[in-house]
């Protein structure tokens, strides 16, 4: 039995067949099909039910599975116990939603890198449920996503980090309109409804009893800003209180009643394989959170 069979069998989990897996490891397809002999050999138990389609784990491979991901966990974690114990070493791949990018999160980087000048942060941009998936796929350590909406991918923990509110946006024009009159007569320009903080707004706008004339859907707040202050519509959306203070001269009334708010959190695998890494971020995002709302 070695570390890289037991890799290898997380990633097979993970990603749903042999030739998937084989790509995230480094392996061909007949070489994962060896690491999964040479463990089954290893226990004396048949890992995966390979009469379907798609390799389904036994009730053994379940329990080798859970064993085998506590033990990477605690064997990725070595080099951080040699390391000095205040310093971080090491690279972390993290991903961001927009508002996070445009929020607390620059400065929590600037921070982290002042203090551990050997940890490597990798940043991607994305939405929140895509960004779930590549976490549980193990290409991303962690996530800074909205809280998670059901169904979510399995396997997930996390902690929050700060709240966004939801605010309607509409053309400066129509300054002086209540929220109803807006979201029924103009455009309405929707935030993919795919994504996490889309469905929320999607299920309150069904709550008030409000029908929208959509024209839009996109996936990038940014753009949406642009549309509204363009005269083309009205929208809702979630936003920091530091990206508040950066919109152009548009109307803004808070959504829903109560206005509603959304956490954003830190999203990791139940076997928080960077645990050591990922909780230095969550404390600098927070940090920088309250230095913005300040």
């Known amino acids: 039995m070695s570390l890289r069979a037991l890799r290898t069998l997380v990633a097979i989990a993970r990603h ?38 798609e390799p389904s784990l036994t009730e053994a491979g379940r329990i080798v599975l859970a064993q085998a991901e506590q033990i990477l966990s605690l064997y990725d974690r070595i080099p951080d116990a040699l390391s000095d114990e205040k310093a971080l070493v090491g690279r972390l791949r993290i991903g961001a939603i927009h508002t996070a990018l445009a929020g607390p999160l620059p400065d929590a980087l600037l921070a982290l890198r002042r203090q551990h000048p050997g940890l490597r942060v990798h940043v991607a941009a994305g939405l929140s449920a895509e960004l779930a998936q590549r976490v549980v796929d193990g290409e991303l350590d962690a996530a800074i996503t909205s809280h998670p909406v059901r169904p979510h991918p399995a396997d997930l923990v996390w902690s929050t980090l700060y709240e966004d509110r939801f605010w309607l946006l509409a053309p400066p024009q129509y300054a002086g309109h209540d929220a109803r009159t807006l979201l029924t007569d103009l455009p309405f320009i929707r935030f993919d409804a795919q994504a996490w903080a ?22 990038s707040k940014e ?34 009643q109560p206005q509603m708010r959304r956490a ?31």
């Open 198 to 219: 889309g469905r929320m707004i999607a299920s309150e706008l069904r709550r008030l009893g409000i029908r929208v004339r959509e024209e839009m859907v996109l996936d």
């Open 16 to 53: 749903r067949t042999f030739a998937r897996a084989g790509e995230a490891v480094g392996l061909t397809q007949s070489a994962v099909s060896l690491q999964v002999k040479a463990l089954e050999a290893a226990f004396n138990v048949r890992l995966f039910d390979r009469s379907r389609r």
């Open 223 to 256: 753009t949406i800003v642009r549309m509204v202050a363009s005269g083309l519509g009205a929208a809702v959306v979630a936003l920091s209180d530091s990206v508040l203070t950066q919109l152009p001269p548009i109307v803004r009334l808070p959504f829903g």
């Open 264 to 294: 954003v959190v830190l999203l990791e695998h139940q076997s928080r394989p960077a645990q050591r890494l990922t909780q230095a971020l969550a404390e600098a995002v927070v940090a920088s959170d309250m230095s913005i709302s300040r």
